[in-house]
């Protein structure tokens, strides 16, 4: 299952400790899951290119190692319906710290989970699977100001 191109893709990331999006979604892709189309843009006309290609509305996302939780920094742009609103989420994104481009991927129905896996100093390998990004928050948030530790 651990192909060449999925080795590269995790020893690509390991100094930062973490996949990008673009990397994860072609890690699940690899293992034969399905991820919604996809394509990481450089500029602002890529952006608005491939999403003309497949059609309104998309999804934006910040690409930054700088960045782990792209809505706590603003970096997520959901239901998309024109060049203009593109363009002016990829000019928000590339002022945030580390960018080096905005992921753009089709809008889909149906059940978003969030999924990860470390390798932690004191517990040994970790999984994450539970319902999707908007919920990290959320949850997060909650522990948080209720004193309770994360993970407890």
Known sequence: ?????????????KDRGWVLEPEAKRL???????????????KAEEATQF??????????KV??????????????VVGIDSNEKLREA????SH???FSGMLVEEMVSGIELIAGAKIDYQFGPVILLGVGWYR??????RNHENGTPQGK
């Open 90 to 93: 990829f000019h928000r994104f």
């Open 63 to 76: 690409v930054s190692p700088q960045v782990l939780h792209k809505s706590d920094v603003g970096g997520v």
């Open 136 to 141: 990290r928050g959320d949850i997060s948030r």
């Open 1 to 13: 299952m651990l192909n060449t191109e999925i080795r590269d893709i995790i020893a690509a990331s």
């Open 51 to 60: 999403s003309q290609n497949i059609g309104y509305p998309v999804a934006a």
């Open 28 to 42: 699940c892709s690899l293992a034969g899951l399905t991820v919604p189309r996809f394509a990481v843009a450089t």
């Open 96 to 98: 945030i710290a580390g």
